[in-house]
């Protein structure tokens, strides 16, 4: 099943970089398995990033984002310490929350 | 023997019809789609991808910059990055043109986030890739040829 997320936030001059990257199939379903059944789609199809509850960037995605998506972005405001979280749903209500620190 | 045989194959007749018909009336347009209801992200065109993010075709503009590379060995993984210069933008949209789904993912922003965001997409062949910026309510857009080679044997 779905794996952590990996997420680094890191603070510079004022300007915070959070890079995340998830752990999901990312199924178009648009492919066939071996014996030529289409392969359901399932992928990640709404995220929320939030800085101490604040939300900093929201996404909805398709299965037109690679397999185990990367994402980084960039948001001012931050300070050391501060609470990050990245949460998804995926198309079959599938959900993971992660949390780091701003380092 | 004859009779008998035309009753089966009435009665074979007439369960393909009411079958036909379940079918009809099972098959609905909703449940085609349950894949992906939202309707950005089953566009097939590009004017109907534009359409279901809510403008027409927007004008191009040198201030959004498409980072990506021009040859990408491994359709499955091509970075791209979007950064965009234009004041007060809200939401980025990453579209390849010749994906069977044109939207690949949209983004909005808070109001300290910064337009600048780098993400990995799949592209199916060679595209242009276009970048949807919306900022102050108006579309701005840019796009970028990335080649796609298969087996990583260049060309």
Same mark, same amino acid.
């Given at each position: 099943?779905?794996?952590?997320?990996?997420?680094? &936030?890191?603070?510079?001059?004022?300007?915070?970089? %959070?890079?995340?990257?998830?752990?999901?199939?990312?199924?178009?379903?648009?492919?066939?398995?071996?014996?030529?059944? #289409?392969?359901?789609?399932?992928?990640?199809?709404?995220?929320? =990033?939030?800085?101490?509850?604040?939300?900093v960037? *929201?996404?909805?995605?398709?299965?037109?984002?690679? *397999?185990?998506?990367?994402?980084?972005?960039?948001?001012k405001?931050?300070?050391?310490?501060?609470?990050?979280?990245v949460?998804?749903?995926?198309?079959?209500?599938?959900?993971?929350?992660d949390?780091?620190?701003?380092? | 023997?004859?009779? @008998?045989?035309?009753?089966v194959? @009435? +009665?074979?007749?007439?369960?393909?019809?009411?079958?036909?018909?379940?079918?009809?009336?099972?098959?609905?347009?909703?449940?085609v789609?349950? +894949?992906? &209801?939202? @309707?950005?992200?089953? =566009?097939?065109? /590009?004017?109907?991808?534009?359409?279901a /993010?809510?403008? #027409?075709? #927007?004008?191009?503009? &040198?201030?959004? !910059?498409? !980072? =990506?590379?021009?040859? +990408?060995?491994?359709? +499955? %993984?091509?970075? %791209?990055?979007?950064?965009?210069k $234009?004041?007060?933008?809200?939401?980025v949209? $990453?579209?390849?043109? @010749?994906?069977?789904?044109?939207?690949?993912? *949209?983004? &909005?922003?808070?109001?300290?986030?910064? #337009?600048?965001?780098? *993400?990995?997409?799949?592209?199916?062949?060679?595209?242009?890739?276009?970048?949807?910026?919306?900022?102050?309510?108006k579309?701005?857009?840019?796009?970028k040829?990335?080649?796609?080679?298969?087996?990583?044997?260049?060309?």
């Open positions: 099943m779905a794996g952590p997320m990996r997420i680094r &936030a890191a603070e510079k001059d004022g300007i915070v970089e %959070v890079r995340v990257l998830m752990s999901h199939p990312m199924e178009t379903g648009q492919r066939k398995d071996s014996s030529g059944n #289409p392969i359901p789609a399932h992928h990640i199809s709404e995220l929320t =990033a939030k800085h101490n509850d604040k939300v960037l *929201t996404s909805e995605m398709s299965g037109s984002v690679s *397999t185990n998506p990367y994402l980084a972005f960039k948001f405001g931050g300070a050391k310490g501060d609470k990050i979280s949460s998804w749903v995926d198309n079959k209500g599938e959900s993971r929350t949390e780091v620190q701003i380092a | 023997m004859n009779e @008998k045989r035309r009753d194959l @009435k +009665a074979i007749g007439g369960a393909g019809i009411f079958g036909a018909l379940i079918s009809a009336g099972m098959i609905t347009p909703a449940m789609h349950a +894949a992906d &209801a939202r @309707k950005v992200f089953t =566009a097939k065109t /590009l004017d109907e991808a534009f359409a /993010l809510g403008t #027409p075709r #927007p004008a191009e503009s &040198a201030d959004i !910059t498409i !980072t =990506a590379p021009d040859i +990408a060995e491994n359709g +499955a %993984v091509v970075p %791209v990055g979007v950064a965009s $234009i004041p007060n933008t809200e939401q949209a $990453i579209l390849v043109e @010749k994906n069977p789904n044109m939207v690949a993912a *949209t983004f &909005a922003f808070g109001e300290n986030t910064l #337009p600048d965001l780098q *993400t990995r997409i799949k592209m199916g062949q060679t595209s242009d890739v276009y970048a949807l910026v919306k900022a102050d309510g579309f701005y857009m840019a796009k040829e990335v080649k796609v080679t298969l087996g990583g044997c260049g060309g």
